[in-house]
């Protein structure tokens, strides 16, 4: 009696007429590499858009201006910070009706309070239409702060 496992076997096929046998599967250490360089990367995207997208430690918001006789605004603004025993500075400017920067001024917001509300009077090098909050820092300049 013939069929044992000798017979069942997959016949050889034909050199050259099908290619190559299939290539070997890739290295598992590979892949691995693969994965890590992968999460590397895509680390330091997030920690790149943390910084530059996250939330700013010092920050204003325009509350309400009003025009002042002799080209000059007063605006009045409220400072958010993270550290309330710093002081920072913001910069406020005032526009006219093209839309460019006509005056501006660097406001010293004094170390205190988590939340400030603050009010300056901006004088302007033509007729100002309105003023906003340019930015906000904790970098103070030496002739803003007080000895």
Request: aromatic share 6%.
């Amino acid at each position: 009696m013939a069929g044992g496992p000798a017979e069942t076997a997959a016949p050889a096929l034909p050199e050259g007429r099908y290619g190559t046998s299939r290539a070997k599967a890739p290295r598992r250490w590979r892949r691995g590499l693969f994965l890590a360089i992968a999460l590397l990367v895509s680390g330091v995207i997030a920690w790149v858009a943390y910084v530059n997208l996250g939330s700013a430690p010092i920050d204003a918001e325009r509350v309400a201006f009003s025009g002042k006789p002799g080209n000059a605004m007063e605006i009045t603004i409220n400072v958010t910070r993270d550290d309330n025993s710093r002081p920072g500075v913001c910069i406020v400017r005032v526009r006219d009706k093209t839309g460019a920067e006509s005056g501006r001024k660097e406001l010293l917001i004094p170390a205190g309070a988590k939340y400030s509300r603050m009010s300056t009077t901006i004088k302007s090098i033509g007729a100002p239409v309105t003023a906003d909050v340019y930015g906000c820092s904790y970098e103070v300049p030496q002739y803003l702060s007080t000895p």
